[in-house]
């Protein structure tokens, strides 16, 4: 009865803010990919199976491969949770590895606990701190004993899965030398009997990682860069992860995306994994924590949230085009701006405008635009690096004109983005999130440099070969296309 009182007065707050459309749609959404999911336990134990045959391969490795040190911040963790955790490294196929305990607990019971695994594992180490610092400070304080190659980041309650270091290992041997690394995740219940929500993730993705902290776990980085980025920082507790992975990545070269669930984020009642607004202080520290990133790379934007906690609309400055542009039929030769229709069934060539500033690429003739389209647009495609912007596009029926493809997402259980329905947001919010894409959308927008020389090319192929030069193509959400009847 509390459990559902709980959750009654969790929708009541968020129709309070947002609406009931939005509640709505977010149930329905909820409800559909968790039908889509029903799956997944068995999936994730051939998954798990699978790595287990590779045990005699991983003790091959562990002879040469590098050393992990996994750095884990504790505080009054209740006993059980914390000898599971200890135990789903002590399970590793792979073996060498460290595990750095950092204790702010007040009770003994933490340190009696670590204690007892540490005297037959000389690679479980422990301090006991003499106050808590709080979880910033408490995981230098881990950071600080860590001796490897690399250091991972374990919530003292959360789980490694079979085979989480082993692939580790692999794919930093494979590479030769990445900078940093990390996997798919899941959800886990408090008891370790039901496996839910796993969130298949893309290949590293700059754009993505401002609208929110998909990378989470399990996040492992050079303890070199680590200690040159400067650890974590107490100013941003609940997101101190979020800040430090930001730093991390900022000074990184190569970055590696395991596709493969191999994180189990520990799901009750005081977790963010559970209830969201348990931890609403975290939110206002993640966003605080892109704002600082965004500073330091010298780009001015606008952080607002968006109607789903920990996930942020990024409002790039706008440059100097500005007009009251309403359809592509008042925007066509303004302010140094042309647009190009396309046939997209035949994704036929086009011929190039010759000195525009932009070019606008659409295969809609009538379409009603979201206030403030073309400014949306010029803002982000303005930013270094990056050459295409895409719009969202509806068809005639309110619903995703195309998919948004990103590289490296391997869900066997998602659909495509197309034919998704204006209201909601898709799998992990995606639709309204910053994000690279792999293939445009049906509206995007081109820098006019970028097109120089180029009489006629076919939309697609444009855009293949603008990318295929170094240039990032994006999707800008917030830059919105309703195509009319």
């Not at 500073?295 to 606008?302: D, K, L, N, P, Q």
């Not at 690429?361 to 635009?369: Q, R, V, Y």
Request: proline share 3%; net charge neutral; glycine share 8%.
């Amino acid at each position: 009865m509390s459990h559902m009182m709980r959750l009654c007065g969790r929708g009541l707050r968020y129709i309070r803010q947002y609406g009931p459309a939005q509640l709505y749609y977010k149930i329905i959404e909820r409800r559909q990919r968790s039908r889509a999911e029903a799956g997944y336990e068995a999936w994730l134990l051939k998954q798990c199976a699978q790595e287990e045959t590779e045990a005699l391969e991983a003790g091959k490795l562990s002879g040469r491969g590098p050393r992990i040190s996994i750095l884990v911040p504790a505080y009054e963790t209740p006993v059980l949770f914390l000898q599971q955790m200890i135990e789903s490294v002590q399970n590793q196929s792979y073996t060498n590895w460290e595990l750095c305990i950092a204790d702010g607990s007040v009770s003994d019971q933490v340190q009696t606990a670590v204690e007892a695994y540490a005297k037959t594992d000389s690679r479980i180490r422990f301090c006991k701190l003499k106050e808590n610092l709080g979880i910033s400070e408490n995981t230098n304080a881990a950071l600080s004993m860590a001796e490897g190659d690399y250091v991972g980041l374990l919530d003292h309650d959360d789980l490694l899965l079979p085979g989480a270091l082993y692939e580790t290992a692999r794919a930093l041997v494979e590479a030769g030398d990445a900078d940093a690394l990390y996997t798919d995740e899941d959800k886990v219940n408090m008891d370790l009997t039901r496996h839910f929500q796993p969130h298949f993730k893309p290949d590293f993705d700059r754009e993505y990682l401002l609208s929110n902290n998909y990378i989470c776990h399990f996040f492992v980085v050079k303890r070199e860069l680590a200690c040159t980025a400067g650890g974590f920082r107490g100013e941003f507790d609940g997101a101190q992860d979020y800040d430090f992975i930001l730093r991390c990545t900022e000074n990184a070269g190569k970055i590696l995306h395991i596709p493969r669930v191999l994180y189990s984020w520990r799901c009750h009642e005081d977790s963010t994994a559970a209830n969201p607004e348990s931890k609403l202080y975290a939110y206002e520290a993640g966003k605080r924590a892109v704002a600082a990133h965004l500073e330091r790379m010298g780009v001015r934007a606008e952080l607002l949230d968006t109607t789903n906690l920990g996930f942020y609309q990024v409002r790039f400055s706008p440059g100097e085009k500005k007009g009251l542009i309403k359809s592509f039929g008042n925007l066509n030769g303004q302010m140094g701006v042309n647009v190009v229709y396309y046939d997209k069934a035949r994704n036929n060539s086009v011929i190039i405008p010759k000195d525009s500033d932009y070019v606008l690429f659409t295969c809609i003739k009538k379409a009603k635009l979201s206030e403030g389209f073309l400014e949306e647009l010029c803002s982000c495609c303005t930013r270094p690096g990056i050459g295409i912007v895409c719009a969202r596009v509806y068809d005639r029926q309110k619903r995703l004109s195309s998919d948004l493809s990103m590289k490296g997402v391997r869900d066997p259980f998602g659909s495509s983005m197309k034919g998704l329905r204006t209201g909601c947001t898709g799998y992990f919010h995606r639709a309204v999130l910053h994000q690279e894409l792999t293939a445009p959308t049906d509206c995007f927008l081109v820098k006019g440099s970028l097109l120089r020389g180029k009489e006629t090319l076919a939309p697609q192929k444009l855009c293949e070969e603008i990318r295929k030069q170094g240039y990032r193509m994006v999707y800008h959400p917030w830059a919105v296309v309703y195509e009319d009847r």
